[in-house]
């Protein structure tokens, strides 16, 4: 029964939270921005965005509905929310694409 609800639970999530940009053009790295579709907060604890082997673990991280969240590439970007602090590009690096997955590092969105 607890298998079925998170089952459900994770479908849901998959609706409703996506990647919505990608910047590889920012004066200082890149950034990756997801977003809350959904009208519930989702707690983003140990979801990933992964690209190229490499991957970024979210913190504990409540993303509230309709709101957006920036994952940059360098401190010295002022417009994201938190750092990648890779000492390289990741996305621009390849053309590979960027995943976000959940805790159970199920495939949420691609982008």
Known sequence: ????????IAEEITTTVSIIAVD??????????????????INL???QLSSNGESYIFK??????????????????FDVDYYWAHSRAVW???NNS??????????????
């Open 60 to 77: 504990a991280i409540n993303l509230m509905p309709g709101a957006t969240v920036k994952i940059g590439e360098c401190a010295r970007n």
């Open 45 to 47: 604890k140990d979801w």
């Open 98 to 111: 960027i995943q976000l997955l959940d805790f159970n590092e199920k495939l949420i969105a691609t982008f």
């Open 24 to 41: 590889k053009n920012v004066e200082y790295g890149e950034y990756v921005e997801i977003k809350n579709t959904s009208d519930t907060e």
């Open 92 to 94: 621009t690096a390849s």
């Open 1 to 8: 029964m607890a298998e079925d609800i998170a089952e459900d």
